[in-house]
């Protein structure tokens, strides 16, 4: 275990296990679909690379990079990098590494429904229900977490952590 970590939340396997069942989930929703999945970078990116494992559909990857945190809070919402392609008429599957206020994901699915996206749903690798501002659930979900902060796994503090294999809970004397 890091250092800087607190505790273990999730472990490689329990997130590889929780990708898998969630894949099924996905192909069963969207086996007729034209899905895209959109990695929110970069911290999705641990998380996408372990779920597509187990979406055996055809299906699209595009990026964007949104950011809405300094430190540990969340601030305004900047585009630094948008979509390659269209989503008029498709399917889209927005793919992140925590959901926690939703300012990030409210913004980002509703600027892709008025592109004309036929769908736009969310599936996040951790839920942070305590710390929602916004209204807004994702469609699939990995595992809900406490109100703490949390690294690993793509998730960071100042772009430190992503490295980590699992989720952990950071000592909070490296935040404060």
Do not use: W
Request: aromatic residues 10%; proline residues 2%; contains cysteine.
């Amino acid at each position: 275990m890091h250092k800087d970590v607190k505790e273990i939340l999730y472990t490689q396997d329990e997130i590889s296990q929780k990708c898998k069942e969630l894949g099924k989930l996905i192909m069963n929703d969207y086996h007729d679909k034209n899905l895209v999945l959109v990695g929110l970078l970069k911290g999705s990116v641990p998380f996408l690379a372990e779920l597509s494992k187990y979406v055996n559909l055809d299906v699209t990857f595009d990026y964007m990079d949104v950011s809405s945190y300094e430190g540990t809070e969340s601030r305004t919402i900047t585009i630094k990098k948008d979509l390659d392609q269209d989503v008029k008429g498709k399917d889209i599957l927005l793919v992140e590494d925590i959901l926690d206020t939703g300012k990030t994901l409210s913004t980002v699915k509703a600027m892709l429904e008025e592109r004309g996206a036929a769908t736009v749903e969310i599936v996040t690798m951790l839920d942070k229900k305590e710390g929602r501002t916004f209204p807004i659930e994702a469609k699939y979900v990995g595992f809900e977490i406490p109100n703490a902060f949390v690294i690993g796994f793509g998730l960071d503090f100042d772009e430190k952590y992503r490295n980590l294999p699992y989720v952990g809970i950071l000592k909070e004397e490296c935040y404060q």
